[in-house]
C-alpha cells in the first residue's frame, strides 16, 4: 500500500521543510520561495531526470489570449542574458553539449520543461532551469519569429481531420471553462498577442512558488537539495497572488453535435461525455470502463464494430483533468460505412454496460492492462518523471504512488455505476468527421 510517511531523512539542508513521502518519493519545500522539490533517488546508471513542472497551463488562459502558454514555451528556449546563442551559450546547445535530451511540453493544466542528463552535469541543468523561471527574455524579435512557427504548427494540426475533430469537440462541450480553448490557442489570439501580453502572463505564473520541480534518477539526496537551494533559492515567490481558475462550467441538458468537413478518406465518429475530476474515485472506474469498453481484441467496441466490420478502429479515453474533462470514444469508420450505423452501434454498446454491467473476467482483463501500461510508463527516470507531472497537473503527485492500489478498490458495481451516471445524452458531444473526397 502506498500510504504517505512522515519521518524525515537524516540529510536535509537547512534551506528546506521535509512534508511528506510515498511509495520512495520525497516531497519538500524550499523555504526561502515555496518551490516544492520531489525526489525519486533510484539505483543504476548515473543519469538523472531534471523536471520543472509550472502549475499553468492552457486552462488559466482567457479570450484574447489563447495559446500564451504554448508560444511561452517556445520563447522559453529563446534564452536568458546568461543562456543565449548570441554568445554561443543557447539553452539547447549548451544542455546537447553533455549529451542531454532536452524537450518541453504544454497542455491543459500544466507546462514542462525537462532534461535526461548524466548525473555529474545536474547542476547546470539546475541553473539554466532556474535562471529562465524569472529570466526569460521574450525578446521581440523572437516573438515574431515564433509566431510563424506556431501559426504554422496550427495549420498543420487544422489539416489533420482527426485533431481538428477533437478540437471541434471540446470546443462545443465546454461553453463557459477554459478546456474550451485549443492549447495551441485561436488563430486569432497567436496572430495578435504582443510581447506586452506574454510578459504580463509570465510575470503572473512563472513563480517558484507555482512550479514544482521533479528529480528522478541516481543522485545524491544532500548534494542536490544543496544544488537546488544554491540556484533556485535566490529567487523571489510572486509578489502577488497566483491567480485560480474559478469559472465552472454549466450542467449540460442536451446532446450536442458537430461536424467537420475535410478532405480525407476514412470518416470517425467521436463521442464525448462530461467525467469527473481526475482525483475522484470515479475517474479510476471510467479508466477501466474505457479499457472494457474499446481496448484490444476482447473489448466490446471490438467485437461489436471492429469484427462486424463497421468500423477499421475504436479506442477509449478517459481525460483525467484538474476539472471535469470528458471521457471519449472514438472510432475510424470501415469503408463504406456510414455515421448513423457506427454511432447507433457505440450507443448500443454503452447500454448494454449500463443495464447489464460488465463481468469480473472484463474488470480483472482491464486492471491487468492497465497495470501493464503503468510498468511501461514507469520504465526509467525520464517515463516516471513524465508520470509525475501529470499527476501534479492533477492536483496531487501522491495520484502517482497511490493509482495501483486505487485500482484494486474497483467493482463491476463500480464500473455499471459510472457507466450509468456520465453516458447519457444530456451529457454527451459527438463530433462527425465527413471526408469531401
Not at 22 to 37: A, F, K, P, Q
Not at 246 to 275: I, Y
Amino acid at each position: 500500500m502506498a500510504t504517505p510517511t512522515t519521518a524525515p531523512p537524516r540529510d536535509i539542508p537547512a534551506a528546506f521543510e521535509y512534508q511528506e513521502s510515498s511509495d520512495g518519493i520525497e516531497c519538500y519545500r524550499l523555504t526561502e520561495n515555496d518551490l516544492r522539490v520531489l525526489l525519486l533517488p533510484q539505483d543504476g546508471a548515473p543519469v538523472v531526470t531534471s523536471m520543472v513542472t509550472y502549475h499553468v497551463g492552457s486552462r488559466n488562459e482567457h479570450t484574447g489570449h489563447t495559446g500564451a502558454t504554448h508560444m511561452l514555451e517556445h520563447l522559453m528556449f529563446k534564452g536568458t542574458e546568461r543562456y543565449h546563442k548570441r554568445t554561443g551559450t543557447s539553452i539547447f546547445e549548451t544542455l546537447q553539449r553533455v549529451g542531454a535530451k532536452v524537450n518541453a511540453s504544454t497542455w491543459l493544466d500544466r507546462t514542462n520543461y525537462y532534461e535526461m542528463l548524466p548525473t555529474e552535469h545536474l547542476p547546470l541543468a539546475l541553473d539554466i532551469e532556474a535562471d529562465r523561471m524569472r529570466g526569460a527574455l521574450i525578446d521581440p524579435a523572437d516573438v515574431e519569429d515564433e509566431r510563424t512557427v506556431i501559426l504554422n504548427e496550427r495549420d498543420r494540426n487544422q489539416n489533420d481531420p482527426v485533431s481538428r475533430l477533437f478540437d471541434e469537440v471540446w470546443a462545443a462541450a465546454f461553453t463557459a471553462h477554459p478546456y474550451h480553448h485549443p492549447t495551441i490557442g485561436w488563430k486569432s489570439d497567436i496572430e495578435s498577442m504582443t510581447p506586452g501580453d506574454l510578459r504580463e502572463y509570465y510575470d503572473t505564473f512563472y513563480w517558484p512558488n507555482n512550479a514544482t520541480l521533479s528529480l528522478v534518477g541516481e543522485f545524491d539526496r544532500g548534494a542536490v537539495l544543496h544544488n537546488v537551494a544554491e540556484h533556485f533559492g535566490v529567487l523571489d515567490t510572486a509578489p502577488n497572488k497566483i491567480p485560480q481558475v474559478t469559472t465552472e462550467e454549466p450542467e449540460q441538458t442536451g446532446l450536442r453535435r458537430v461536424t467537420v468537413r475535410q478532405e480525407g478518406q476514412l470518416g470517425a465518429v467521436l463521442m464525448g461525455f462530461k467525467s469527473p475530476p481526475a482525483l475522484e474515485a470515479d475517474s479510476d472506474a471510467l479508466d477501466v470502463l474505457a479499457r472494457i469498453l474499446a481496448s484490444g481484441k476482447g473489448s466490446r467496441l471490438y467485437r461489436r464494430c471492429t469484427d462486424q466490420g463497421l468500423t477499421s478502429d475504436v479506442f477509449g479515453i478517459n481525460f483525467r483533468l484538474r476539472d471535469p474533462g470528458l471521457f471519449s470514444v472514438f472510432a475510424y469508420l470501415a469503408p463504406e460505412q456510414d455515421h448513423q450505423t457506427v454511432e447507433d452501434a457505440l450507443w448500443e454498446t454503452i447500454e448494454d454496460v449500463q443495464e447489464n454491467g460488465v463481468s469480473q473476467e472484463e474488470l480483472d482483463r482491464a486492471r491487468s492492462q492497465l497495470r501493464a501500461q503503468i510498468a511501461f510508463d514507469r520504465d526509467g527516470p525520464m517515463r516516471v518523471a513524465s508520470q509525475l507531472n501529470e499527476a501534479l497537473a492533477a492536483g496531487d503527485w501522491k495520484l502517482y504512488t497511490q493509482y495501483l492500489d486505487r485500482l484494486n478498490d474497483i467493482t463491476i458495481e463500480d464500473v455499471q455505476r459510472v457507466a450509468q451516471l456520465y453516458l447519457n445524452d444530456e451529457a454527451c458531444t459527438i463530433g462527425r468527421y465527413v471526408p469531401t473526397s
